[in-house]
């Protein structure tokens, strides 16, 4: 990965770590935590190349075939709430991948 994808992969997984924690906390403490695995990762002295490896082997634990990040959302009674609680979710996701599925 690039240095600046790391960057950008780092914003990424901030945010999507305080959703996790605020809306799932309760069912989602693996992934809590390799989210942030994956941000101490970023931070560290490694390679970009063991940062590579690292951040891919992580990101199975996050959307493992069953379950994981795919099955998460923000609840909402409110369909209207419930759609504009998850945009900006949505829209990390959809970053996220944009980047990884160059390296997967």
């Known amino acids: 990965m690039t240095e600046k994808d790391l960057y950008v992969l ?10 996790v924690q605020e809306y799932g906390k309760k069912y989602y403490n693996i992934q809590i935590k390799a989210i942030s695995d994956i941000i101490k990762c970023i931070d560290s002295m490694a390679s970009e190349k063991e940062k590579t490896e ?20 923000i609840h909402d009674d409110d369909f209207h709430t419930r759609l504009k609680l998850n945009e900006p ?13 160059q390296y997967i």
């Open 89 to 101: 979710l949505d829209a990390l996701k959809d970053k996220l991948w944009m980047i990884m599925k």
């Open 10 to 19: 780092r914003e990424i997984f901030v945010q999507l770590g305080k959703f």
């Open 54 to 73: 690292y951040i891919l082997d992580k990101y199975k634990i996050l959307y493992p075939s069953k379950g994981g990040l795919n099955d998460f959302y």
